[in-house]
């Protein structure tokens, strides 16, 4: 199968994490011409990712999954593209910071904006954060707060205990974690306010009491990026973005099904 003249590729994927990655192989391998774009690098989530837990008989990290994914897609033939994709236009005309193409079919596989407070001032880049991994090591031997109540929350309080003095949890909903984390104080509540004047000293809790924080790492207020998703046929969406359950295993999945689905419409197109 071959792209059509009028067309740069037969499938253009939006978004380069495992979702998008698992589709734009499997439908590479199966001959199609596929472009895979990413508006940061490949990857995803996995580039922020220390261990890798969930994932059924593997043991990794996320830079190593992410470096044997792409790997695999390269190897598929997928090219990589840079550049976040802006439009999808009926047709399909993808619109990227990097400049325009055309595709037969579209996978959307976009996952999830970054989680943030709903509180006054902006503190970005001044003790709020979403990624321990990344941000962790500036918080050594002080004392840092995560705001969530879901299994990556716990994972990422846990991986926080190796910088911080202490570690609290603030669960805004009911705990959904399989295993409540060792040694980690869990307060259920919501953060109304940020403290300190040029960089955060604490936060203000709903209840009315406040606690100390150097750091406050959000893992609760993201949102699906499915601004690119349209019922037109011939578009797919793929992962997180999609709604399915937030793990690997399942963009992982989701991506094989939208890849597959993507080859079957163009063959019948
Ligand atoms: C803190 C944390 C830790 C986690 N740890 C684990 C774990 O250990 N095990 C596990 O199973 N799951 C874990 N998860 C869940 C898992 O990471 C996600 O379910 C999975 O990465 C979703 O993959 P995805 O491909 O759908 O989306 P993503 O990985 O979010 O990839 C989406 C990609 O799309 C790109 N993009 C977005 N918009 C555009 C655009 N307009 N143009 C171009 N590119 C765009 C982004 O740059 C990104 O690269 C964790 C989640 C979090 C938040």
Same mark, same amino acid.
């Given at each position: ?8 590729? =037969? ?15 499997? @439908?590479?391998?199966?001959? #199609?011409?596929? /472009? ?49 994709? %802006? ?7 993808? %619109? ?14 976009? !996952? ?8 006054? !001032? ?8 979403? /990624?321990?991994? /990344? ?18 929350? @716990?994972? *990422?309080?846990? *991986?926080?205990? @190796? ?19 060792? !040694? ?5 509540? %919501? ?6 004047? =040029? ?9 009315? %009491? ?37 793990? #690997? ?11 597959? @689905? ?5 063959? *019948?197109?």
């Amino acid at each position: 199968m071959s792209a059509r003249e009028d067309h740069d590729w =037969d499938l253009a994927v939006v978004g380069a994490g495992i979702a998008g990655l698992t589709a734009a192989r499997v @439908a590479a391998s199966r001959g #199609l011409r596929v /472009c895979a774009w990413d508006a940061l690098s490949p990857g995803g989530r996995l580039v922020n990712i220390g261990e890798v837990v969930g994932y059924p008989g593997v043991k990794t990290t996320g830079p190593d999954l992410m470096s044997a994914l792409l790997e695999e897609a390269m190897a598929a033939g997928v090219e990589i593209a840079y550049g976040e994709v %802006t439009a999808v236009a009926p047709g399909f005309a993808v %619109t990227s910071a990097e400049g325009d193409a055309a595709a037969r079919a579209v996978v959307v596989a976009t !996952g999830l904006t970054d989680g943030g407070l709903d509180v006054p !001032g902006d503190w970005t880049g001044r003790g709020v954060a979403t /990624c321990a991994t /990344c941000d962790g090591p500036l918080h050594a031997g002080k004392p840092v707060v995560v705001v969530g109540d879901d299994e990556w929350a @716990a994972h *990422e309080a846990r *991986e926080l205990t @190796a910088f911080a003095s202490r570690v609290t949890i603030v669960a805004p909903g009911e705990p959904r974690w399989s295993a409540a984390p060792d !040694g980690i104080e869990v307060r259920r509540g %919501t953060v109304t306010g940020v403290l300190g004047e =040029d960089r955060m000293t604490g936060l203000a809790l709903a209840d009315g %009491t406040e606690l100390d924080a150097g750091g406050v790492f959000v893992y609760t207020g993201a949102r699906p990026r499915a601004e690119l998703i349209s019922d037109a046929p011939g578009l797919f969406a793929a992962g997180d973005v999609a709604g399915t359950t937030p793990y #690997l295993v399942a963009a992982a999945a989701d991506g094989l099904h939208a890849g597959l @689905a993507a080859v079957e419409y163009l063959e *019948e197109s």
